[in-house]
């Protein structure tokens, strides 16, 4: 099938017929370490990594670590273990920026050496002011006219030390006229006398982003550097440095940041969230982050089929999170195998049924996989159900349980139900049922209708567990669109419910970490990493169904 090309996809096609790079196609992910990644970084990532693979190319990982003070090694290691999470590899081409500090730094001399850039020691303020508005051109430095000698001399002495931080900068001799700002004299250099996580304190000049950036693809041979569309209007300075230095032509193409609602991405903002106790830390299950949706059992199939139907746009526009919700259900339900749990427990005493008799009873795996095989569940005179699966008073199209009505018990018996037991209270505190024999599952010769079937577990076999729900972290489709309110006013309190004793089935206390299970009408669940064998603990990945709408209608009562 002819799959339809996006623009990108298009370019690199077009770029390979004319033979372009020898028919290369070099792309690279350049996350800077400064926190964790997050659904927007995923897209990045399943789009340079994607392409590459699709052309028969390679990518790149590079950390883009010019600023030391907001960088940290901690940064470095996640983001590794998250694009591999993810399904990609960079083999043995992992670079920092800061591998080629030695290399930006000649090119940077060689632009003086080209009368194309000079040491300003003008104040930040002072240029600042200098630099005009979109509307006015800015003024040129009274430093702009240094001899190439005297800025070599000085370039020199900013790389030694031998100035303070803030006292001079190395800018580009481009044009304070420019209508594009970027264009207007920028900043290719400062002074930091910060130690470096990986060239320690070698370094007491650091090169600013779009210097560094952009040559170190050139340095890199990148024949595609795929960025988002914040970047726009840096690319003809990229080109002009490309130009200038004679380096390796990379070629820029912006394509839209990716926004999902009810989701944030923006890293300091996820600081804050974590800072600020709003969530647990960067893995917290309800985070955007890659490391929080792992923990909470989104696959990492789900997330690269979620970034395969966003697609690329040019335009800047916001998915809905719901399409996220559908590549994990879809994911997970041909994946997941199939377990019961009983997340709020009311007991049934099955009358009929003797004292002390165990039965084995065969339960498919998952009908979505013929290979999945056959566990046993096991039965017994008491077992649990869900509470709400009770009604001593229903309307007629309750199909569950009440009194005088039959129920299947899903790989089980139909059950009547007799009689329940109530406290003074009016709180139900136990129902009592007889079983018909005949009405096995598989087997049944009952001639007994029965239309509600119910998920249930043993008590006496039960393993107690506890139960993370999650929700979406926000009451707003976009918490920071209200440029009155701050963000975390928008925190939905119900965006975790920690349930202390539920009751899960035998086998579903052995299941390993990192396995997806779906408890029979409750949802896809996984082990947290918290849980133990003695404690376990299921975060719910995602309900069955869709559930937000009902919270909705609760949040605007
Ligand atoms: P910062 O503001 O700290 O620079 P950033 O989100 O741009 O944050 P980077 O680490 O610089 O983070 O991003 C690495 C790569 O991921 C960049 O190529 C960037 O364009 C891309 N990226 C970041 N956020 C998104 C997003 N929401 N959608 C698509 N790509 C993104
Ligand atoms: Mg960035």
């Known amino acids: 099938m002819d799959k339809s090309r996006n623009f990108i996809e298009q370019i690199i096609e077009s770029d390979l017929e004319e033979g372009k790079h020898g028919g290369k196609v070099i792309t690279r992910f350049p996350p800077e370490p400064n926190g964790y990644l997050h659904i927007g970084h995923a897209k990045s990532i399943c789009l340079n990594f994607g392409v590459a693979i699709e052309y028969g190319g390679i990518t790149n990982l590079r950390f883009d670590d010019t600023n030391p003070s907001t960088e940290e090694t901690e940064y470095v290691e996640s983001i590794k273990k998250d694009i591999h999470w993810l399904g990609y590899d960079w083999e043995d081409r992992l670079y920092y920026a800061s591998d080629y500090f030695e290399q930006l730094y000649e090119l940077a001399v060689k632009l003086i050496e080209k009368g194309l850039a000079y040491v300003d020691d003008s104040s930040a303020d002072e240029i600042a002011e200098e630099k005009g508005t979109v509307t006015?051109?800015?003024?040129?430095?009274?430093?702009?006219?240094?001899?190439?000698?005297?800025?070599?001399?000085?370039?020199?002495?900013?790389?030694?030390?031998?100035?303070?931080?803030?006292?001079r900068v190395l800018r580009a001799k481009i044009d304070m006229a420019s209508p594009n700002l970027n264009m207007r004299d920028p900043l290719i250099y400062r002074i930091k006398k910060v130690p470096h996580h990986q060239t320690g304190k070698e370094w007491n000049i650091y090169p600013m982003y779009d210097f560094a950036h952009s040559l170190s693809d050139s340095i890199e041979n990148i024949t595609h550097s795929l960025c988002t569309l914040?970047?726009?209007?840096?690319?003809?300075?990229?080109?002009?440095?490309?130009?200038?230095?004679?380096?390796?032509?990379?070629?820029?193409?912006?394509?839209?940041?990716?926004?999902?609602?009810?989701?944030?991405?923006?890293?300091?903002?996820?600081?804050?969230?974590?800072?600020?106790?709003?969530?647990?830390?960067?893995?917290d299950p309800r985070m955007p982050t890659i490391s929080g949706m792992r923990r909470r059992g989104f696959t990492p199939a789900s997330i690269r089929q979620f970034a395969d139907r966003v697609g690329v746009a040019k335009r800047d526009n916001v998915i809905d999170i719901s399409l996220l919700e559908f590549c994990v259900r879809d994911d997970l339900n041909a994946r997941a195998n199939r377990m019961m749990a009983v997340l709020n427990p009311l007991k049934v005493v099955i009358i009929n049924y003797p004292e002390g008799?165990?039965?084995?009873?065969?339960?498919?795996?998952?009908?979505?996989?013929?290979?999945?095989?056959?566990?046993?569940?096991?039965?017994?005179?008491?077992?649990?159900?869900?509470?709400?699966?009770?009604?001593?008073?229903?309307?007629?199209?309750?199909f569950r349980?009440?009194?005088?009505?039959?129920?299947?018990?899903?790989?089980?018996?139909i059950l009547h139900c007799d009689d329940f037991v109530e406290d003074s209270d009016g709180n139900i505190?136990?129902?009592?049922?007889?079983?018909?024999?005949?009405?096995?599952?598989?087997?049944?010769?009952?001639?007994?209708?029965?239309?509600?079937?119910?998920?249930?577990?043993?008590?006496?076999?039960?393993?107690?567990?506890?139960?993370?729900?999650?929700?979406?972290?926000?009451?707003?489709?976009?918490?920071?669109?209200?440029?009155?309110?701050?963000?975390?006013?928008?925190?939905?309190?119900?965006?975790?419910?920690?349930?202390?004793?539920i009751f899960v089935e035998p086998s579903a206390g052995e299941i390993a970490q990192g396995e997806q299970i779906q408890?029979?009408?409750?949802?896809?669940?996984?082990?947290?990493?918290?849980?133990?064998?003695?404690?376990?603990?299921?975060?719910?990945?995602?309900?069955?169904?869709?559930?937000?709408?009902?919270?909705?209608?609760k949040h605007k009562k």
């Open 136 to 167: 006015e051109p800015g003024v040129e430095s009274k430093y702009r006219a240094r001899s190439i000698s005297e800025n070599l001399e000085l370039f020199q002495g900013m790389r030694d030390g031998k100035f303070d931080e803030g006292s």
């Open 519 to 553: 408890f029979f009408r409750k949802g896809y669940f996984v082990l947290d990493q918290d849980s133990t064998k003695e404690n376990l603990i299921f975060n719910r990945t995602i309900t069955l169904k869709d559930s937000w709408a009902k919270i909705q209608k």
């Open 401 to 413: 349980m009440a009194p005088g009505r039959y129920t299947r018990l899903k790989h089980a018996y």
């Open 429 to 501: 505190k136990e129902v009592h049922c007889t079983y018909n024999k005949d009405s096995k599952s598989g087997s049944d010769t009952s001639g007994i209708k029965a239309k509600g079937t119910l998920h249930w577990v043993s008590v006496e076999h039960a393993k107690k567990a506890e139960a993370r729900l999650y929700d979406r972290l926000f009451t707003e489709p976009v918490p920071d669109g209200d440029p009155e309110k701050d963000f975390t006013s928008f925190v939905n309190p119900d965006s975790l419910t920690v349930l202390h004793e």
């Open 230 to 283: 914040e970047f726009e209007n840096h690319r003809p300075l990229y080109e002009w440095f490309i130009e200038k230095l004679e380096v390796f032509p990379s070629r820029q193409i912006e394509f839209a940041r990716l926004n999902v609602n009810y989701m944030i991405t923006s890293k300091r903002k996820l600081l804050r969230l974590v800072k600020e106790g709003y969530v647990s830390g960067w893995d």
């Open 357 to 398: 008799e165990v039965e084995w009873l065969p339960a498919e795996n998952n009908p979505e996989d013929p290979d999945a095989g056959n566990r046993e569940m096991p039965f017994a005179r008491e077992i649990f159900i869900e509470r709400d699966d009770f009604m001593k008073d229903p309307p007629k199209k309750y």
